[in-house]
T-cell receptor
Framework: AQKVTQAQTEISVVEKEDVTLDCVYE???????LFWYKQPPSGELVFLIR??????QNEISGRYSWNFQKSTSSFNFTITASQVVDSAVYFC??????????????FGKGTKLTVNP | DVKVTQSSRYLVKRTGEKVFLECVQD?????MFWYRQDPGLGLRLIYF???????EKGDIPEGYSVSREKKERFSLILESASTNQTSMYLC????????????FGDGTRLSIL
């Protein structure tokens, strides 16, 4: 079965520090999709990025960047020059295509990031 | 922007009650999902639906049922609420197609006393 591991339960940094959130996944599928979501204190999960297994290019969006490495089954997320507004729980997720069933997402347990002023 | 609206932000019910959690999306999405979120466990899929009147069990369907009579509305039903169903419940929707991003509601924090 698919599995997503976010080993860091909680991270605390000071504003302007860079921080990397780790995500390691397990899958037997050759085609799969990886996601990152942000859940601020308000509760709503916000979609950040979707990456398919054939695209290993790293992506940068402002202060956010993602490093996808199939060789190590990792899809890590880095925030550069962190800000207090980045404080949230971040979830990594992996697509799953169960035999005889419909596609769905498997989520990691999340990493709670606190950025202190 | 996609809007997924959950009917209640906070809800308190008693053990044994039948509880309805409602979710409505306004973007004509085919797919809808119900998750529960518990500390240390992340998000777990309860049920999902890829079409009207269609439903599939997720990873933890026991004690729950769902209804999708209209495309925009997906209801989660706790047939006889129990204290171990106290949790945050999140609804999501997505457009049809290969694993498109899911859009989430604000969540319903349900307490069963």
């Amino acid at each position: 079965a698919q599995k997503v591991t976010q080993a860091q339960t909680e991270i605390s940094v000071v504003e302007k520090e860079d921080v990397t959130l780790d995500c390691v996944y397990e899958t037997r599928d050759t085609t799969y999709y990886l996601f990152w979501y942000k859940q601020p204190p308000s509760g709503e999960l916000v979609f950040l990025i979707r990456r398919n297994s054939f695209d290993e290019q790293n992506e940068i969006s402002g202060r956010y960047s993602w490093n996808f490495q199939k060789s190590t089954s990792s899809f890590n997320f880095t925030i550069t020059a962190s800000q207090v507004v980045d404080s949230a729980v971040y979830f990594c997720a992996l697509s799953e295509f169960p035999e005889g069933g419909s596609e769905k997402l498997v989520f990691g347990k999340g990493t709670k990031l606190t950025v202190n002023p | 922007d996609v809007k997924v609206t959950q009917s209640s932000r906070y809800l308190v019910k008693r053990t044994g009650e039948k509880v309805f959690l409602e979710c409505v999306q306004d973007m004509d999405h085919e797919n809808m999902f119900w998750y529960r979120q518990d500390p240390g466990l992340g998000l777990r899929l309860i049920y999902f639906s890829y079409d009207v009147k269609m439903k599939e069990k997720g990873d933890i369907p026991e004690g729950y049922s769902v209804s999708r009579e209209k495309k925009e509305r997906f209801s989660l039903i706790l047939e006889s609420a129990s204290t171990n169903q106290t949790s945050m419940y999140l609804c999501a929707s997505s457009v049809a197609g290969t694993v498109q991003p899911q859009h989430f509601g604000d969540g319903t924090r349900l307490s069963i006393l």
